[in-house]
């Protein structure tokens, strides 16, 4: 759960909304709860018996119950008159209708005369006498509506419909005010995920994969984003509508009887123990899902971009099984977390409705036992009532520990991203590197991926500035890993990278890489403009503005681009596809070859930049990378002879070591790996 709390944080700027949107729910609360509590008044109007007669009892005083006095009560059926001398009453009188009260009487007596109390008075009067928590409420509301019942209840059935609508209107304002908060938390964690990944070393693309990387920036992000919406939404305005309704319902239930509140709370321990142990078995659950989601995506994404060797082998039905078999693996584990989740909820009803007929038998049995006074069944009414009123939030609660259990899952996989170490951002940390003079240099370079795999032992190359230095080798003995040291891809497990005698981790990143451009075998033209992708190549220094669209189409014509690209429709305007899916090999990698020229850098690294290219195009490339490489370093891999032939010398790596250095003719007569590469089908082209 750290991991989430964490996440919680970027939602931190946003708490002046978030605390609006809790006003808004709290005040909803009171509003749900008036509405349940109209129960009781409803009851208590509809089976109330209306009051007959005149009555003249003696009666304790209202704010003096020690003393009495004598009250003469009328109903509302009564008229009541003041006796005249003609009519001859020497008290009081009922004729026709009319109670007729001789005044001189009641004054001498301190008799009061009132109307009987009927409808919300009656209630109301009941209340007081019995010491209700409720009762200034009902004084209040009888003072102010009218004392027919039926108008009475006119206006309570209007003053629900009202509460309902502005409850709709509160609860409206809530949400979208607590959904605009987490969106744009999630927003600013999405954008942090993003940075954070962009810095990161090669090493963690090694350990972890895109897919998978690509997996947390979806499911993951997306169930942290549930998580947190309904956190900051429900866990507050739920509970408060439990917590209230339950409170109210205990107040009522103790003036009923001692044991309906008892049998209620009794239930709590019980539900919240089963919550917690389903939430950990879906936290537990959630995790592996969103692992296999993540293999699912890598299937998915090998077949798809793997589709001309799917379709050329006919591995259909391979690739059919593989991802058959991955989504019956997610298909269980996501099964088990719909099962937690689609049993926490009847679960939950179920132990609550059990505790609402235990106070049900509790209260039916006063009934049967002694009676209920109209006041005491309004009050059992409405204690049922707020039963019910708290069935709906604890209902909706039981879900809520679920969901945040899914939301760290999420968010341990996320943070274990924004925990690994990453780059320093350019030009914060260390010197600055001069333009390279002197040379390049590995001394006792060792390098082992975090796989546990050392791939590079112990090597040792010097690199003179202007030089064109070929690395040769068996597939998989580090060519590839070695030239990644120098733009610092990688950091050596032992040993360091020099240029012109400095150790390049102590310079900054922007000094360094910005003297580096690279061309790798396997190109990746983004999906834009043909001239964006090559003016992308172009240094980002301070003063200077985007390349020129003759500069763009000078480094096209430098790399024999420009004859593919005059032929499309927009030509340089022309939008490549997704991953360059428009274009043929040789033309991705002329297009790379152009990013690297008009970056006009001091070392130029080429990792087989030609091998999908032509004889006739490699050859005019070749001419071209001859005549660009004048004054500059260049470190290329070559898997065809044809490539060494603008090389000074030639590095032989074997098994992750240096076996030799030297020209062509020097190898030829001393090196036993060279002459055994050139016979297995390196030969000049």
């Known amino acids: ?408 899952a999420g968010a341990d996989r996320i943070f274990f991203i924004l925990a690994s170490d990453v780059e320093p951002r350019y030009g914060t940390r260390g010197m600055l590197l001069p333009r390279i003079r002197q040379s390049i240099e590995f001394k006792g370079v060792s390098f082992t991926y975090p796989t546990g795999d050392q791939v590079l032992k112990d090597v040792s190359l010097a690199v003179r500035h202007g030089e064109v230095v070929a690395v040769i080798g068996r597939t998989g003995c580090g060519k590839t890993t070695l030239v990644s040291l120098i733009p610092r891809f990688f950091t050596p497990s032992e040993g360091a990278v020099f240029i012109d005698g400095i150790n390049i981790q102590d310079v900054t990143l922007r000094s360094l890489r910005d003297q580096i451009a690279i061309v790798p075998q396997e190109t990746l033209p983004f999906a834009e403009s043909i001239a964006t992708n090559i003016a992308i190549g172009a240094r980002q220094t301070s003063g200077q503005g985007p390349p020129t669209q003759e500069e763009i189409e000078a480094a096209a014509r430098a790399a024999h681009a420009d004859v593919f690209i005059q032929k499309l429709d927009a030509g340089y305007q022309t939008v490549i596809g997704e991953h360059g899916a428009t274009l043929s090999g040789g033309e991705k990698q002329r297009l790379a070859l152009a990013r690297a020229i008009i970056r006009d850098p001091a070392i130029l690294i080429l990792d087989e930049a030609t091998s999908a290219l032509d004889e006739e195009t490699q050859a005019m490339v070749q001419d071209t990378l001859a005549t660009f490489a004048k004054g500059r370093t260049v470190i290329l891999i070559a898997h065809r002879l044809s490539t060494l032939n603008i090389a000074d010398r030639i590095a032989v790596m074997d098994a992750g070591r240096i076996m030799d250095v030297g020209t062509h003719d020097e190898l030829m007569a001393r090196c036993t790996l060279y002459r055994r590469l050139r016979e297995v089908g390196l030969e000049p082209g």
């Open 1 to 408: 759960m750290k991991s989430f709390y964490k996440a919680l944080r970027y939602s931190w700027p946003y708490r002046w909304r978030i605390a609006a949107g809790w006003v808004c729910a709290a005040i909803a609360t009171v509003l749900y709860v008036g509405s349940i509590s109209a129960v009781g008044p409803l009851v208590g109007l509809l089976f109330q018996e209306p009051a007959k007669g005149v009555h003249f009892q003696s009666r304790p005083v209202p704010k003096d119950p020690d003393h009495k006095e004598w009250v003469l009560e009328a109903t509302h059926q009564w008229k009541i008159k003041d006796a005249e001398d003609s009519d001859a009453v020497n008290a009081f009188e009922v004729r026709d209708g009319t109670l007729l009260i001789n005044r001189k009487w009641t004054a001498a007596n301190q008799v009061r005369v009132i109307r009987s109390a009927e409808g919300l008075s009656l209630l109301a009067n009941q209340a007081v006498e019995s010491n209700k928590i409720y009762a200034p409420v009902l004084v209040l509301l009888a003072q102010e509506l009218p004392t027919n019942r039926y108008w009475c209840l006119l206006w309570i059935m209007a003053g629900v419909v009202i509460m309902t609508i502005l409850r709709g209107l509160l609860r409206y304002t809530n949400e979208y005010l607590v959904g605009h908060a987490t969106n744009r938390a999630m927003l600013a964690l999405r954008l942090r995920i993003y940075d954070h990944v962009l810095r990161s070393p090669l090493s963690l693309f090694a350990r972890i994969g895109p897919t998978d990387i690509m997996s947390r920036f979806q499911q993951d992000c997306f169930l942290v984003q549930e998580g947190t919406k309904t956190l900051l939404g429900k866990v507050f305005s739920e509970p408060i509508r439990a917590v209230v309704c339950v409170v109210m319902a205990v107040i009522v239930g103790v003036s009923i009887d001692p044991w309906l509140p008892v049998i209620i709370l009794g239930m709590v321990p019980l539900i919240t123990f089963m919550v917690r142990r389903l939430a950990t078995q879906m936290r537990r659950s959630s995790r592996k899902a969103l692992e296999s989601w993540a293999q699912l995506v890598s299937i998915l994404e090998e077949s798809l971009f793997g589709i001309r060797i799917v379709k050329g082998y006919r591995l259909e039905a391979h690739e059919r099984r593989k991802f058959f078999q991955a989504s019956r693996r997610l298909f269980r584990q996501l099964l088990r977390a719909i099962r937690i989740d689609a049993i926490t909820e009847p679960a939950v009803e179920t132990l609550f409705t059990m505790a609402v007929a235990g106070a049900v038998l509790v209260g039916g049995k006063r009934i049967i036992d002694i009676g209920l006074s109209q006041g005491s069944l309004a009050d059992l009414m409405l204690f049922f009532a707020l039963l019910a009123g708290a069935l709906d939030p604890a209902r909706k609660l039981s879900n809520v520990s679920n969901r945040i259990s899914q939301a760290a």
